[in-house]
């Protein structure tokens, strides 16, 4: 049973919790600044599943400042506000064609733009909200995350 334990709990940490946001940035942006974020998807092929299949319906990249220029703030909730709407719509990850293969998940990027309401030594988070349905035997559930990582304006 011990063994059976173990086991579980190393299947356990291969199951990723969702979709992962990288950017072309080194942390800090400006206003206007156009930037990359790739949405990284999971895949059997890396130990990295979800614990269900889903199927992508959207996403909704946000940008917000967030309160007291500290986004580990306990004010800040960011199911609450995603401020600044960059791209809205369908989310396709896919495999990348470099070759050789450089054993990436799917992914899909985006370049999105920082608005110039940002003002400098601003802290925001950039979020994709994720819309997906986790399909399971009796049918499919809906899956909502909304990951994020901490920018600053300069
Ligand atoms: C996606 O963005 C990342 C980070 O900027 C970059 O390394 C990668 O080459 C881009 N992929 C494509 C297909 O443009
Ligand atoms: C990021 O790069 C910019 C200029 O390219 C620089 O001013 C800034 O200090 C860098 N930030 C970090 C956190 O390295
Ligand atoms: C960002 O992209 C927009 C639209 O493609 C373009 O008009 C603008 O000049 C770009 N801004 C910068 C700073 O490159
Ligand atoms: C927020 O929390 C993260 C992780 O705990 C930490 O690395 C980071 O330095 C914190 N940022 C601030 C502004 O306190
Ligand atoms: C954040 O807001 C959502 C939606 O209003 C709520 O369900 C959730 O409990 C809040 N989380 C925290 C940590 O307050």
Redesign the pocket.
């Known amino acids: 049973m011990k063994f059976l334990a173990v086991i579980a709990s190393l299947a356990a940490t291969c199951l990723a919790q969702g979709i992962t946001i990288q950017t072309s940035t080194n942390g800090t942006v400006y206003p206007?600044?156009?930037f990359t974020v790739e949405v990284t998807k999971p895949a059997r092929a890396f130990l990295l599943v979800e614990a269900t299949p889903s199927v992508e319906v959207a996403i909704v990249i946000g940008l917000v400042q967030c309160p007291d220029q500290n986004c580990n703030s306990s004010g800040f909730n960011i199911s609450q506000d995603i401020g600044y709407t960059l791209y809205y719509g369908p989310y396709n990850p896919q495999y990348d064609s470099i070759v050789p293969p450089d054993h990436k998940p799917p992914y899909q990027n985006f370049?999105v733009?920082v608005p110039t309401q940002f003002g400098s030594g601003d802290e925001v988070a950039l979020s994709v909200t994720r819309l997906a349905l986790a399909e399971m035997a009796a049918g499919s559930s809906i899956w909502l995350e909304i990951p994020w990582v901490p920018l600053t304006v300069q």
């Open positions: 206007g600044q156009n370049t733009q």
